[in-house]
């Protein structure tokens, strides 16, 4: 799964170049529950802003991916605790921790390259605004969110001998 957060990451970045190139000097980058801009930035401050939070998350990422495998596994807080701790258990705890750690990761890669998306779209409109599907598209991101925390606790349920 880490592998594919990298993946995620690199084409974020790839994206987030050819948006900067088509972004006016002045972009709007901030907008209100009307859809409207209401905060500007210079186009490369834009760009460095996205680019420097998704840096930031994956750096936070690739930190919690190697503590889960270094810190003890006391440390974990898991459903199930007692089963998952036990030491016969722990390569598989530490393996499935890793692995949703990535997925939430690929997620909000994904959520910040339709933000830079949607950021370019509305900067094409005069005035800029952005169109109503883009709180949708919020609504989805955190669905996905309740449906990966669902998944992470059936995950860790203790199995059927």
């Known amino acids: ?3 594919l957060y990298y993946i995620a990451f690199v084409l974020y970045l790839i994206e ?3 948006i900067y ?3 006016p000097i002045r972009v709007a980058s901030h907008f209100g529950l009307d859809g409207m801009a209401d905060g500007w ?3 490369g401050e834009y760009a460095l802003a996205m680019v420097a939070v998704a840096a930031a998350w994956t750096v936070i990422m690739l930190l919690f991916d190697f503590l889960v495998y270094i810190l003890p596994v006391t440390t974990l807080n898991v459903p199930n605790a007692a089963y998952w701790k036990q030491p ?3 390569p598989t705890l530490r393996r499935k921790t890793s692995s949703f750690l ?3 990761g690929i997620y909000v890669i994904v ?3 339709f933000v830079n998306y949607s950021v370019l779209q509305a900067n094409k409109k005069n005035p800029p605004r952005l169109d109503e599907y883009e709180n949708i598209a919020i609504i989805i991101f955190f669905v996905l969110i309740a449906l990966w925390l669902v998944r992470m606790f059936l995950a860790f349920r203790v ?3």
Do not use: D, G
């Open 102 to 104: 990535c997925e939430l």
């Open 1 to 3: 799964m880490r592998y």
């Open 16 to 18: 987030t170049v050819f």
């Open 159 to 161: 199995p059927k001998k």
């Open 111 to 113: 959520l910040l390259a």
């Open 88 to 90: 016969e258990n722990q």
């Open 21 to 23: 190139q088509s972004l």
């Open 41 to 43: 930035m210079m186009k």
